[in-house]
């Protein structure tokens, strides 16, 4: 583990000097890059350097204790060993884990998009609670969400909704969600009392830059069309709704939240790099052989991932086997624990991986 450390440092060091060189600062697509890695790297080496100091420390204190001649030093030696010996351990089991290769795409913004499923009115209700549910959990992180497109339900809720969320390693945090979501409870419009099973599904896309996909325009056909839906009057009398096509792969993405065209005409094109982005991702992971089929990171639409249960004040993650029994908190927002859990079972499985690889 210490050669890879020392070997990470002095990468450091050298992303360090490159990013102050001319020809990378004028270059903006090596200079995001470097900078990326610089601030990847900076973590491991700020906890490297920690724990050089305190294996410098128990060196100290195994030396005074084997050639110290005077009690009370090498009583204070020793237990100054008992305070550093638990601390090593703990560096270690850090380190491990920051050594772990992580996603490149974990630091991206992502788009999200939260669609009814099965379940009518219902569903769409769900859908809602959901979308309100991961926007308490962006605010709580301190990220920005923006609306790019959205269908209201007739009762309320969202037969689909589709946002973007910028801030700190917001995929990292949030591409365990992708799936199934499954709400059992009695709805509003029941007036017989019988609890329902619904289901809305959510899709986490990691927000593809330019460079990260190259989309030529000449084969993206643009439609534009009167936006529906909530907006007033100049919204719904002005074709400021955008639907992009891109014609080889027949993916479509449309916005038509703003009141001018080229905004919405920006937000569709983020939309359509991102889901091709997705595409040639998944076909690349497949040519190398690594797609992953793990119990929390299959992602798979259509598996049902996680089950609110209202009567039961429960909510089940079935990747993990994972239940709390606070869903109103978890409703507000508060699904910091599942983050948590699905990273610990995502982290265990890499382990698995490198120990097997070595």
Same mark, same amino acid.
């Given at each position: 583990m210490?050669?890879?450390?020392?070997?990470?440092?002095?990468?450091?060091?050298?992303?360090?000097?490159?990013?102050?060189?001319?020809?990378? &600062?004028?270059?903006?697509?090596?200079?995001?890059?470097?900078?990326?890695?610089?601030?990847?790297?900076?973590?491991i080496v700020t906890e490297y350097k920690k724990y050089k100091n305190i294996l410098s420390?128990?060196?100290?204190?195994?030396?005074?204790?084997?050639?110290?001649?005077?009690?009370?030093?090498?009583?204070?030696?020793?237990?100054?060993?008992?305070?550093?010996l638990p601390q090593r351990d703990v560096m270690e089991e850090t380190l491990k884990e920051l050594l772990i290769p992580k996603?490149?795409?974990?630091s991206k913004d992502i788009i999200m998009e939260i669609r009814a499923g099965a379940?009518?009115?219902?569903?769409?209700?769900? &859908?809602?609670?959901?979308?309100?549910?991961?926007?308490?959990?962006?605010?709580?992180?301190?990220?920005?969400?923006?609306?790019?497109?959205?269908?209201?339900?007739?009762?309320?809720?969202?037969?689909?909704?589709?946002?973007?969320?910028s801030g700190e390693d917001v995929y990292g945090k949030l591409k365990f969600e992708s799936g199934v979501h499954r709400v059992q409870?009695?709805?509003?419009?029941?007036?017989?009392?019988?609890?329902?099973?619904?289901? &809305?599904?959510?899709?986490?896309?990691?927000? &593809?830059?330019e460079f990260d996909v190259e989309i030529d325009m000449n084969d993206v056909r643009k439609d534009l069309?009167?936006?529906s839906g909530p907006g007033g009057q100049s919204v719904n009398t002005t074709y400021s709704a955008v639907r992009l096509t891109h014609i080889p792969t027949g993916i479509v993405a449309q916005c038509q939240d703003q009141k001018s065209q080229l905004k919405n005409f920006d937000k569709?094109?983020?939309?359509?790099?991102?889901r091709i982005y997705e595409v040639e991702l998944a076909k690349k992971n497949e040519a190398e052989g690594a797609q992953r089929k793990s119990m929390v990171g299959g992602g798979d639409r259509s598996?049902?991932?996680?089950?609110?249960?209202?009567?039961?004040?429960?909510?089940t993650d079935h990747r993990i086997g994972y239940t709390v029994y606070n869903l109103p908190a978890v409703m507000d927002g508060g699904i910091d624990d599942f983050v948590e859990e699905l990273r610990i079972a995502e982290n265990a499985e890499r382990l698995k991986e490198g120990a097997t690889a070595e």
């Open positions: 210490l050669d890879k450390l020392e070997a990470i440092n002095q990468r450091f060091e050298e992303v360090s000097q490159l990013l102050i060189q001319p020809d990378v &600062a004028s270059d903006m697509k090596k200079f995001k890059a470097l900078n990326k890695e610089y601030k990847d790297l900076d973590k420390n128990i060196d100290n204190a195994k030396q005074v204790i084997a050639t110290e001649k005077d009690e009370d030093f090498r009583e204070m030696a020793k237990e100054e060993l008992d305070e550093l996603d490149p795409n974990d379940g009518g009115d219902e569903a769409s209700i769900f &859908a809602g609670d959901l979308f309100r549910m991961y926007s308490r959990f962006a605010e709580k992180h301190g990220w920005k969400m923006e609306l790019m497109d959205a269908t209201e339900g007739t009762s309320g809720g969202y037969k689909e909704i589709i946002v973007g969320v409870r009695v709805p509003a419009t029941e007036t017989q009392g019988r609890i329902h099973t619904s289901v &809305a599904s959510v899709v986490v896309l990691p927000e &593809a830059e069309f009167c936006s569709a094109l983020a939309v359509l790099r991102s598996d049902k991932i996680r089950t609110y249960n209202y009567p039961q004040g429960r909510v």
